[in-house]
């Protein structure tokens, strides 16, 4: 891999890492009046996209112990955001919903971060909005294609 490349593709890395945690730090500073945690706020954000996750599933998209997102799901569920509930077609199957309440907490925390993102996006222009989406598109589909080639070769 020649120089350059191996520096655009350290700065971009570097400059999306910058960019997730600054989003990330602004769903937390939302917490600070709030009764949940963190790992808490992550868990139902992912089941809110993701709704009837087992939690085998959440372990995984968190990068966490099921042991740990257990008792996380636990703590939540006693706050009444979280149900669990049984598979209608494998009644073995545990998954996880939000509770009205949750759902609620939930869009909640997720609309104050739109707010302040919706205000730095107020000093791009129309143009280069359209210009970083698609760029990024580009590069997630780019990826995308890199993994199933990856898979396939592999």
Known sequence: MDD???????????????????????????LKDSFITTPQMFAIIRIYREEGL????LCDRMLLACSTVSGLIDRLEKVELVERYRDDEDRRVVRLRLTDKGRE???????KRQEKFQR???MISIDR????????????NIMKNS??????NG
């Not at 655009?8 to 890395?13: D, G, L, P, V």
């Not at 909005?129 to 997630?140: D, H, S, T, V």
């Not at 993994?147 to 396939?152: L, P, S």
């Open 4 to 30: 350059k490349l191996k520096r655009t593709a350290i700065e971009i890395e570097d400059l999306i890492r910058q960019f997730a945690r600054i989003m990330n730090k602004r769903l937390r500073d939302s």
């Open 54 to 57: 087992t939690i085998g599933d």
């Open 105 to 111: 907490v939930t869009e909640d925390l997720l609309a």
């Open 120 to 122: 730095d996006l107020k």
């Open 129 to 140: 909005r359209e210009e970083l989406i698609n760029n990024l598109n580009l590069l997630i």
């Open 147 to 152: 993994e199933i080639d990856c898979k396939h």
